[in-house]
């Protein structure tokens, strides 16, 4: 697992001139300057240094003062700085809830006392970082978007770092390593700038993790050092904690043990010096695998344990998946097959909580709008530089030549510009309609990978812990639990088995060039078929009326498909109902024919029918895959599909309407 790195540098601000940087400077500026507004400022710098220190008593009693003092001098800019160093603080201590508290706080107090653009620059920079650690990537995005305007907007001075980081995180996420590499060495090159050596030492970890998804650990390794050197240069500890961290995993990588435990114990010294759990738990973890990959199996297991405690302490599921997951292998591995299907259990729980397909395809379109933002800007930057040429041209033109001549000039340019104009409209088109191929493409292989991970792997997972707690442990299980088991087992091998059915009919409705072929055909020829099918069904009876006669011109074998999935949806609903009865019937009907199915199971929401309409619906089998057949498969020939439901009566009908030949 990679840590989630924590950015510490928006605590600072611009100062005035007036007051030292340096702890000795600034410790004999507090104790022989008069409290005035500077004095409030200085605090404020003070406590940054004692954060880095990692001393957050000190911290707690400088905020006091500030509070006290601003107070007193009724310092607008006071109020802000205490509140935003108390959000700091929270952040610090990985309390992300409680700081955001304060952040939300503070922005109401730059608005309400109509303070510097830069403390608004600096707030939505913390607001974006706080939802980052929460793991909301779509509103981090956002904010980041909105940061970057606000502050290119105003020409502020320097700029903040973080949304390009969040890009450049964005980037890596969806495996664009090259272009996440161009936004993480634009904020180096700005911290760089800044020589500010907490920022500089966060870049240079971005830099690092892309090296390492990138399979480049040399490079990685390379990176990690750099940024460990600058966190070292200023003694800022909970930054040495993630680079130490990542410099152990790396180096478990490239199977330098010696190497890896040394960084991974300094920085388990760090973390409980500081109490910091998320960093704590991830740097248990890691011991975990380390001990367990030197076969140490105490060892791990006292990492692993002391992980799984920590992560339950915090809100981030992610934390709970990660640690879960490695339990369930290492008990799995020694044997202990009860343990391992417990905590496979616990992990599969929390992963249902971090596996969020709809936010990460809104994270993508953000993206994808900012970067075609940006472009346009572009464009009308370098649109609005050429008719300032132009102009400049035609300008000198006039002075050397004749108007004739120069009239023919003017004539020429012009029809080059409407030559190379109509020749770009006509490129932008083409080049329009394959991105928007390509976007369906890549939404159509996102869900499609979704769905095989998220819900396939999970019942295929708990079939084969059952069948090893069967095979290894059988004296765990007295006859009421086996039969128990056995029958769960039966449940998720047919669960499975339909799910699978469903999710090939999908699939094969999503592919470009599988098209319908329509033909004139018989009603009674599609429902003679569908009884033969339909033979299993013993317990509900299945009437079949009103289509002598009838004809249609659509695809048999889609309508086929249709009706057998809205038949075998009734069926399970009336499995438990004694006089339980569908009824399939076709009739002409103006413009069109009819063909509906209805059953006699008691009438049901019809919230539950909302994925036969609605094309933004979740894809997932958990969410009804058989309704995204149907609705895409009549949507390819060209069928309108209504549901009627009345709990009254005790009834749903779902009628569809194909066009007559």
Not at 574 to 595: F, Q, R, Y
Request: aromatic share 10%; glycine share 4%.
């Amino acid at each position: 697992m990679k840590p989630f790195f924590l950015f510490l540098v928006f605590c600072s601000s611009v100062f005035s001139a007036q007051i030292p940087k340096s702890l000795d400077s600034l410790q004999n500026y507090l104790k022989t300057k008069p409290k005035d507004t500077l004095y409030v400022l200085a605090l404020n710098e003070y406590f940054t240094l004692q954060l880095q220190k990692g001393d957050y008593a000190e911290a707690n009693k400088i905020i006091a003062q500030m509070e006290r003092l601003s107070g007193k001098l009724d310092y607008k800019t006071g109020f802000y700085k205490t509140v935003n160093a108390r959000g700091v603080l929270e952040y610090t201590k990985q309390n992300p809830e409680k700081a955001m508290r304060y952040f939300l706080q503070s922005r109401q107090i730059i608005k309400k006392y109509n303070l510097e653009k830069k403390y608004y620059q600096n707030c939505l920079n913390n607001i974006s970082i706080i939802y980052k650690d929460l793991g909301d990537r779509e509103n981090a995005t956002k904010f980041a978007f909105e940061l970057i305007d606000f502050q290119e907007k105003n020409k502020l001075s320097p700029l903040k770092t973080f949304p390009y980081d969040q890009i450049g995180s964005n980037l890596k996420f969806y495996k664009k390593y090259d272009e996440a590499l161009v936004y993480f060495e634009k904020s180096l090159a700005i911290e760089t700038q800044q020589k500010n050596f907490s920022g500089m030492a966060i870049s240079e970890n971005n830099i690092a993790l892309v090296y390492e998804d990138k399979k480049d650990t040399k490079k990685s390794i390379f990176h990690l050092k750099k940024g460990l050197q600058y966190a070292e240069k200023i003694d800022y500890n909970l930054l040495k904690t993630d680079l130490l961290t990542n410099l152990g995993r790396l180096s478990m990588k490239d199977k330098n043990w010696k190497e890896a435990e040394k960084y991974l114990l300094r920085s388990e010294k760090i973390c409980r010096k500081l109490d910091v759990k998320g960093s704590l738990k991830i740097v248990c973890q890691s011991l975990g695998d380390l001990y367990e990959q030197k076969n140490d199996d105490q060892s791990a297991q006292k990492y692993y344990l002391e992980a799984y405690q920590l992560a339950k302490k915090l809100p981030d599921p992610e934390f709970a998946y990660s640690i879960n997951d490695n339990l369930a292998k290492f008990y799995s591995k020694k044997g202990n097959y009860k343990q391992a299907y417990l905590h496979q259990q616990e992990s599969a729980a929390a992963r249902d909580s971090v596996f969020k397909i709809e936010t990460q395809e809104n994270t993508e379109n953000l993206l994808r709008k900012y970067e075609s933002e940006k472009k346009q800007q572009e464009i009308k930057t370098l649109t609005a530089e050429n008719t300032i040429k132009n102009l400049k041209i035609k300008s000198s033109e006039k002075q050397k030549w004749y108007l004739v001549s120069g009239a023919s000039l003017l004539a020429i340019i012009g029809g080059m510009l409407f030559y190379q104009s109509r020749n770009r409209k006509k490129n932008n088109g083409k080049l329009s309609l394959l991105i928007q191929e390509l976007d369906k493409a890549n939404k159509n292989k996102m869900r499609f990978f979704g769905i095989l991970n998220h819900d396939l792997r999970s019942p295929v997972a708990s079939l084969v812990s059952f069948l090893h707690l069967q095979k290894e442990s059988p004296e765990l299980l007295d006859s009421e639990t086996k039969e128990k088991l056995n029958l769960q087992t039966e449940k998720s091998a047919e669960q499975l088995l339909q799910q699978m059915e469903d999710l090939l009919l999908w699939s094969k409705s999503q592919m470009e060039k599988f098209q319908p072929e329509k033909n004139l055909f018989a009603v009674d020829d599609l429902f003679a078929e569908l009884k033969n099918e339909l033979i299993w069904v013993e317990k509900t009876a299945i009437i079949f009326e009103n289509f002598s006669g009838i004809h249609i011109f659509s695809d048999k074998e889609y309508l086929k498909t249709i009706l057998r999935n809205l038949i075998g949806n009734a069926v399970k609903v009336l499995e438990s109902k004694p006089d339980g009865t569908i009824v399939c019937s076709a009739e002409n009907i103006s413009g069109s024919v009819k063909i509906s199915v209805k059953d006699n199971g008691g009438g049901t929401e019809i919230e539950k029918f909302k994925a036969l309409y609605s094309d933004k619906e979740s894809i997932g089998i958990k969410q009804g895959l058989g309704l995204h057949v149907i609705r895409d498969l009549c949507k390819a020939i060209d069928a309108e599909i209504e549901v009627k439901t009345n709990k009254e009566i005790g009834e749903t009908e779902i009628c569809m309407f194909v066009a007559k030949p």
